[in-house]
Protein backbone atom coordinates (compact mmCIF):
# COMPACT_ATOMS: atom_id res chain seq x y z
CA UNK A 1 0.00 0.00 0.00
CA UNK A 2 3.13 2.58 0.55
CA UNK A 3 3.41 4.88 -2.14
CA UNK A 4 -0.39 4.51 -3.25
CA UNK A 5 -2.37 7.51 -3.33
CA UNK A 6 -4.89 7.42 -0.34
CA UNK A 7 -7.89 8.56 -3.37
CA UNK A 8 -6.69 5.29 -5.05
CA UNK A 9 -10.17 3.66 -4.77
CA UNK A 10 -12.51 6.66 -5.49
CA UNK A 11 -10.68 8.25 -7.67
CA UNK A 12 -12.48 6.44 -10.75
CA UNK A 13 -16.00 7.27 -9.36
CA UNK A 14 -16.05 10.79 -8.18
CA UNK A 15 -17.49 11.93 -11.34
CA UNK A 16 -20.36 10.09 -10.57
CA UNK A 17 -21.36 12.19 -7.92
CA UNK A 18 -22.05 15.47 -9.02
CA UNK A 19 -24.26 13.88 -12.40
CA UNK A 20 -26.18 11.73 -9.26
CA UNK A 21 -26.77 15.35 -8.12
CA UNK A 22 -28.12 16.31 -11.04
CA UNK A 23 -30.28 13.95 -11.52
CA UNK A 24 -32.37 14.00 -8.39
CA UNK A 25 -32.63 17.36 -8.70
CA UNK A 26 -33.88 17.65 -12.15
CA UNK A 27 -36.41 14.95 -11.28
CA UNK A 28 -37.80 17.05 -8.21
CA UNK A 29 -36.05 20.67 -7.68
CA UNK A 30 -37.06 20.85 -3.97
CA UNK A 31 -34.19 18.32 -3.08
CA UNK A 32 -31.55 20.61 -3.30
CA UNK A 33 -28.07 18.40 -3.03
CA UNK A 34 -26.17 21.47 -1.82
CA UNK A 35 -25.64 21.07 1.90
CA UNK A 36 -24.77 16.94 0.74
CA UNK A 37 -22.31 18.44 -1.60
CA UNK A 38 -20.37 20.55 1.09
CA UNK A 39 -20.25 17.76 3.19
CA UNK A 40 -19.17 15.70 0.98
CA UNK A 41 -16.48 17.82 -0.08
CA UNK A 42 -14.84 18.52 3.21
CA UNK A 43 -14.62 14.42 3.45
CA UNK A 44 -12.61 14.70 0.16
CA UNK A 45 -10.71 17.15 1.94
CA UNK A 46 -9.39 15.14 4.50
CA UNK A 47 -8.81 12.33 2.66
CA UNK A 48 -6.41 14.62 0.32
CA UNK A 49 -3.96 15.64 3.58
CA UNK A 50 -4.05 11.97 4.73
CA UNK A 51 -0.07 11.36 4.68
CA UNK A 52 0.30 8.45 1.98
CA UNK A 53 1.69 6.04 4.81
CA UNK A 54 -1.61 6.26 6.90
CA UNK A 55 -3.72 4.03 5.12
CA UNK A 56 -6.17 3.38 7.98
CA UNK A 57 -7.35 6.93 8.04
CA UNK A 58 -7.64 6.74 3.85
CA UNK A 59 -10.11 3.95 4.19
CA UNK A 60 -11.65 5.24 6.84
CA UNK A 61 -12.33 8.38 4.33
CA UNK A 62 -13.47 6.28 1.76
CA UNK A 63 -15.72 4.39 3.69
CA UNK A 64 -17.64 7.88 4.70
CA UNK A 65 -17.62 8.56 1.00
CA UNK A 66 -19.20 5.06 0.19
CA UNK A 67 -21.88 6.26 3.22
CA UNK A 68 -22.39 9.37 0.88
CA UNK A 69 -22.72 7.62 -2.57
CA UNK A 70 -25.48 5.24 -1.14
CA UNK A 71 -27.62 8.30 -0.01
CA UNK A 72 -27.44 9.84 -3.16
CA UNK A 73 -27.96 6.46 -4.71
CA UNK A 74 -31.05 5.78 -1.99
CA UNK A 75 -32.70 8.95 -2.89
CA UNK A 76 -31.94 8.43 -7.13
CA UNK A 77 -34.17 5.03 -6.19
CA UNK A 78 -36.62 6.26 -4.98
CA UNK A 79 -37.54 8.86 -8.15
CA UNK A 80 -41.07 7.81 -9.47
CA UNK A 81 -41.17 5.80 -12.87
CA UNK A 82 -42.33 8.54 -14.56
CA UNK A 83 -39.33 11.21 -13.39
CA UNK A 84 -37.18 8.74 -15.16
CA UNK A 85 -37.24 10.55 -18.32
CA UNK A 86 -36.27 13.22 -16.58
CA UNK A 87 -33.46 11.80 -14.60
CA UNK A 88 -32.24 10.48 -17.94
CA UNK A 89 -32.46 13.58 -19.67
CA UNK A 90 -30.43 15.24 -17.24
CA UNK A 91 -27.02 14.10 -18.62
CA UNK A 92 -26.22 12.00 -21.43
CA UNK A 93 -22.85 10.20 -18.85
CA UNK A 94 -25.32 9.01 -15.99
CA UNK A 95 -26.31 5.66 -17.23
CA UNK A 96 -22.37 4.99 -17.95
CA UNK A 97 -21.14 6.29 -14.49
CA UNK A 98 -23.64 4.34 -12.60
CA UNK A 99 -23.33 1.23 -14.64
CA UNK A 100 -19.73 1.91 -13.44
CA UNK A 101 -20.63 1.54 -10.20
CA UNK A 102 -22.75 -1.38 -10.63
CA UNK A 103 -19.96 -3.01 -12.29
CA UNK A 104 -16.61 -2.28 -10.55
CA UNK A 105 -17.14 -0.14 -7.05
CA UNK A 106 -15.75 -1.90 -4.44
CA UNK A 107 -18.99 -1.48 -1.69
CA UNK A 108 -21.09 -4.23 -2.00
CA UNK A 109 -24.05 -1.92 -0.85
CA UNK A 110 -23.28 0.59 -3.57
CA UNK A 111 -23.01 -2.13 -6.19
CA UNK A 112 -26.26 -3.75 -5.31
CA UNK A 113 -28.19 0.03 -5.02
CA UNK A 114 -26.95 0.99 -8.98
CA UNK A 115 -27.93 -2.54 -9.88
CA UNK A 116 -31.45 -1.45 -9.00
CA UNK A 117 -31.54 1.83 -10.22
CA UNK A 118 -30.30 0.61 -14.03
CA UNK A 119 -33.09 -2.42 -13.46
CA UNK A 120 -35.83 0.53 -12.56
CA UNK A 121 -35.08 2.26 -15.32
CA UNK A 122 -34.92 -0.02 -17.65
CA UNK A 123 -38.88 -1.36 -16.78
CA UNK A 124 -39.79 2.56 -16.84
CA UNK A 125 -38.53 2.91 -20.69
CA UNK A 126 -39.69 -0.12 -21.85
CA UNK A 127 -43.12 0.75 -20.32
CA UNK A 128 -43.14 4.03 -22.09
CA UNK A 129 -41.96 2.26 -25.42
CA UNK A 130 -45.11 0.21 -24.83
CA UNK A 131 -47.70 2.90 -24.14
CA UNK A 132 -46.63 4.78 -27.18
CA UNK A 133 -46.79 1.78 -29.13
CA UNK A 134 -50.36 1.30 -28.65
CA UNK A 135 -51.35 4.88 -28.70
CA UNK A 136 -49.31 4.82 -32.17
CA UNK A 137 -51.58 1.60 -33.56
CA UNK A 138 -54.81 2.74 -31.95
CA UNK A 139 -53.76 6.22 -34.63
CA UNK A 140 -53.12 4.03 -37.43
CA UNK A 141 -56.48 1.96 -36.50
CA UNK A 142 -58.65 4.90 -36.82
CA UNK A 143 -56.72 6.44 -39.84
CA UNK A 144 -56.38 2.99 -41.32
CA UNK A 145 -59.01 2.72 -44.57
CA UNK A 146 -61.66 0.03 -44.27
CA UNK A 147 -60.86 -3.39 -46.44
CA UNK A 148 -61.86 -2.92 -49.75
CA UNK A 149 -64.79 -6.00 -50.94
CA UNK A 150 -63.53 -8.30 -53.61
CA UNK A 151 -65.69 -7.31 -56.95
CA UNK A 152 -66.91 -10.56 -57.52
CA UNK A 153 -67.84 -10.91 -53.82
CA UNK A 154 -69.19 -7.23 -54.33
CA UNK A 155 -71.27 -8.22 -57.09
CA UNK A 156 -72.57 -11.38 -55.07
CA UNK A 157 -73.74 -9.75 -52.73
CA UNK A 158 -75.71 -6.91 -54.46
CA UNK A 159 -77.29 -9.53 -57.19
CA UNK A 160 -78.80 -11.38 -53.73
CA UNK A 161 -80.38 -8.44 -52.19
CA UNK A 162 -82.06 -7.65 -55.69
CA UNK A 163 -83.27 -11.09 -55.31
CA UNK A 164 -84.37 -10.29 -51.28
CA UNK A 165 -86.33 -7.51 -53.15
CA UNK A 166 -89.17 -8.92 -54.23
CA UNK A 167 -89.07 -11.93 -51.54
CA UNK A 168 -89.75 -9.01 -48.74
CA UNK A 169 -92.12 -7.45 -51.36
CA UNK A 170 -94.02 -10.69 -51.31
CA UNK A 171 -94.25 -11.47 -47.78
CA UNK A 172 -95.34 -7.94 -46.88
CA UNK A 173 -98.18 -8.60 -48.86
CA UNK A 174 -98.71 -11.66 -47.34
CA UNK A 175 -98.50 -10.13 -44.16
CA UNK A 176 -101.50 -7.43 -45.14
CA UNK A 177 -103.80 -10.15 -46.14
CA UNK A 178 -102.81 -11.69 -42.66
CA UNK A 179 -103.98 -8.69 -41.40
CA UNK A 180 -107.57 -8.55 -42.88
CA UNK A 181 -110.17 -7.82 -40.20
CA UNK A 182 -113.06 -10.49 -40.24
CA UNK A 183 -115.34 -7.45 -41.28
CA UNK A 184 -113.69 -6.99 -44.78
CA UNK A 185 -113.57 -10.73 -45.19
CA UNK A 186 -117.41 -10.70 -44.39
CA UNK A 187 -117.68 -7.90 -46.97
CA UNK A 188 -115.22 -9.79 -49.85
CA UNK A 189 -117.49 -12.79 -49.53
CA UNK A 190 -120.61 -11.35 -49.52
CA UNK A 191 -119.06 -9.82 -52.85
CA UNK A 192 -118.28 -13.09 -54.36
CA UNK A 193 -121.97 -14.34 -53.90
CA UNK A 194 -123.40 -11.37 -55.79
CA UNK A 195 -120.99 -12.19 -58.40
CA UNK A 196 -121.90 -15.81 -58.40
CA UNK A 197 -126.15 -15.02 -58.65
CA UNK A 198 -125.46 -12.44 -61.05
CA UNK A 199 -123.76 -15.02 -63.49
CA UNK A 200 -126.05 -17.67 -62.64
CA UNK A 201 -128.70 -15.61 -63.38
CA UNK A 202 -127.64 -14.21 -66.50
CA UNK A 203 -126.84 -18.01 -67.77
CA UNK A 204 -130.78 -19.30 -66.81
CA UNK A 205 -131.80 -16.02 -68.95
CA UNK A 206 -130.25 -17.17 -71.94
CA UNK A 207 -131.02 -20.61 -71.58
CA UNK A 208 -134.72 -19.63 -71.23
CA UNK A 209 -134.73 -17.42 -74.63
CA UNK A 210 -132.87 -20.51 -76.65
CA UNK A 211 -136.26 -22.32 -74.93
CA UNK A 212 -138.44 -19.86 -76.33
CA UNK A 213 -137.31 -19.74 -79.55
CA UNK A 214 -137.04 -24.13 -80.40
CA UNK A 215 -140.56 -23.43 -78.78
CA UNK A 216 -142.01 -21.14 -80.81
CA UNK A 217 -142.40 -23.19 -84.20
CA UNK A 218 -143.64 -25.77 -82.34
CA UNK A 219 -146.74 -24.27 -81.27
CA UNK A 220 -147.23 -23.27 -84.90
CA UNK A 221 -147.49 -26.34 -86.12
CA UNK A 222 -149.84 -27.22 -82.97
CA UNK A 223 -152.33 -24.31 -83.53
CA UNK A 224 -152.02 -25.77 -87.17
CA UNK A 225 -152.79 -29.25 -86.29
CA UNK A 226 -155.86 -28.20 -83.81
CA UNK A 227 -157.53 -25.89 -86.49
CA UNK A 228 -160.79 -27.11 -87.68
CA UNK A 229 -160.32 -29.02 -91.08
CA UNK A 230 -162.62 -26.40 -93.13
CA UNK A 231 -160.75 -23.60 -91.93
CA UNK A 232 -157.63 -25.62 -92.63
CA UNK A 233 -158.49 -26.17 -95.74
CA UNK A 234 -158.91 -22.50 -96.17
CA UNK A 235 -155.48 -21.56 -95.04
CA UNK A 236 -154.17 -23.82 -97.35
CA UNK A 237 -156.60 -22.44 -100.58
CA UNK A 238 -155.23 -18.55 -99.24
CA UNK A 239 -151.45 -19.56 -99.61
CA UNK A 240 -152.35 -21.16 -102.80
CA UNK A 241 -153.68 -18.58 -104.35
CA UNK A 242 -151.40 -15.91 -103.10
CA UNK A 243 -148.28 -18.24 -104.55
CA UNK A 244 -150.18 -18.32 -108.01
CA UNK A 245 -150.86 -14.14 -107.87
CA UNK A 246 -146.92 -14.09 -107.27
CA UNK A 247 -146.22 -16.77 -109.99
CA UNK A 248 -148.23 -14.77 -112.61
CA UNK A 249 -146.43 -11.46 -110.99
CA UNK A 250 -143.12 -12.68 -112.09
CA UNK A 251 -143.68 -14.03 -115.42
CA UNK A 252 -145.46 -11.12 -116.67
CA UNK A 253 -142.52 -9.32 -115.56
CA UNK A 254 -139.96 -11.22 -117.48
CA UNK A 255 -142.57 -10.85 -120.93
CA UNK A 256 -142.13 -7.32 -120.16
CA UNK A 257 -138.20 -7.77 -120.46
Known amino acids: MAGQSPLRRWKPFFAAFGLVDAAIEAADPALRRDEIRSARGEVVELLCGVLVGDAHKAEELCVALDGFMAESLLTLLAVPAEKVPSVLASSADLPKAVGALRCHHQNARVRG ?18 RAKERFDAVRGVDKPAPKLDAKRGSAEVEEKKME ?93
Open 113 to 130: LARDITRGWTAAVEGDVA
Open 165 to 257: APEASRCSSLDVKKRESPEEKERMEATKRKLREGYREAEDAKRQRKIQVIAAPKMVDQRRQMMHPILRERSRARCGASTAVVRRSLVSSFNKV
